[in-house]
């Protein structure tokens, strides 16, 4: 499991464009962590939708595919509950809901830390591959 981890964090260039932090990544639960910056925040001065849901599909990612075989997205969906600002730290936690040998059903609440206010609400499914993500 930590090869993976470790594959999708150096292979997955969202990561590193967002400065995303993974704290907590195990089958069934991941949590990561990102600071809102300048270059993520649209025209009226919030963080843009699409940095958070960029946020919340990595991961997303992280927990479909932390069980070795390549889980690709065939839904998504996002709901904003309140607005980011920028510097505000945001943590996603993910939890699986459903997993079989072919799909896998995920939700991810974004909160921001210090208040701990649901800043968005992702579910997403995913089909899951029968290659591996990475060859061990």
Do not use: W
């Amino acid at each position: 499991m930590d090869s993976i981890i470790k594959f999708i964090e150096e292979n997955d260039r969202i990561k590193s464009l967002f400065n995303i932090e993974i704290i907590q990544a195990e089958m069934g639960n991941v949590k990561t962590k990102m600071v809102v910056q300048e270059n993520m925040l649209n025209a009226a001065n919030i963080c843009h939708g699409g940095a958070l849901f960029s946020f919340a599909d990595y991961t997303f990612a992280l927990i479909s595919n932390i069980y070795g075989n390549i889980a690709l997205a065939i839904s998504a969906n996002i709901n904003f509950t309140n607005p980011a600002y920028l510097g505000d730290t945001l943590v996603a936690t993910a939890e699986e809901l459903n997993r079989t040998k072919s799909t896998g059903l995920y939700e991810i609440k974004i909160e921001r830390e210090n208040d701990k206010k649901l800043i968005a609400f992702f579910t997403g499914e995913v089909f899951v591959k029968k290659e591996k993500i990475i060859n061990t």
